[in-house]
């Protein structure tokens, strides 16, 4: 059973990272098997540890180890004003060609991003991100294969002309899309050796919107 320092340390965990004990690790530079260990009663954090909750979160240490609060303090800390939000890399590839077959079941990591910037320049609130691997060559220049694309899974109808993530029988699949007239859309390859092609609503079987791609990394 979790002793009383472990309770007050997993209500840390709550207050800064919604109870994700992973997400808390990334976001105090400490590995996930650490975190859970001190969750469990297991082990004890360092002074250096504790030091950089308190510079970082203002958690009271004080309440912390011994469970007595600070008068005027917040015991189980704060978030900094550049709100994180974590956003899920799938283990999965979206090809930019013919499709792939996926599964969005898995998760290999996680990706902060600063809530503020995401808003200010993205227009995105944060919520619904998720990334995942280009592979293929028909999105190029747009996207090279292996660019990681920043998805907005909240985007599944299309309003604006853009680049939108595609699931179809024969997988996940990145593509730009532009509305054409009576329900139609166009799915445009911007690597002008693959053809366009036809969505039409009417069809039950036509590949659904997952989401809009709206940012992309790539390596250097």
């Not at 958690?59 to 007595?68: H, I, S």
Request: aromatic letters at 10%.
């Amino acid at each position: 059973m979790a002793n009383a320092f472990a309770r007050r340390f997993m209500l840390v965990v709550d207050q800064l990272a919604k109870g994700n004990k992973k997400q808390f690790a990334q976001l105090t530079n400490k590995s996930a098997s650490h975190v859970y260990k001190i969750c469990r009663g297991a082990s004890r954090p360092s002074m250096a540890y504790l030091q950089y909750l308190y510079d970082e979160f203002r958690v009271d240490l004080n309440w912390l180890l011994t469970g007595e609060q600070n008068e005027n303090s917040q015991p189980m800390g704060s978030k900094p004003d550049q709100e994180l939000v974590f956003a899920p890399m799938f283990d999965v590839q979206a090809s930019a060609g013919l499709g792939s077959d996926v599964s969005l079941e898995n998760i290999d990591d996680y990706f902060a991003f600063n809530k503020r910037w995401l808003s200010s320049q993205l227009n995105v609130c944060g919520d619904k991100l998720a990334f995942v691997s280009i592979d293929g060559d028909s999105m190029l220049p747009s996207l090279n294969p292996g660019d990681n694309v920043l998805v907005d899974l909240s985007h599944t109808q299309l309003v604006h002309e853009g680049i939108y993530l595609l699931h179809s029988e024969q997988g996940l699949m990145a593509k730009r899309l532009k509305q054409l007239a009576q329900g139609r859309i166009e799915v445009i390859s911007d690597n002008p050796e693959y053809q366009s092609w036809f969505i039409d609503d009417a069809n039950s079987e036509s590949p659904r919107i997952v989401g809009k791609v709206v940012w992309c990394a790539r390596q250097v």
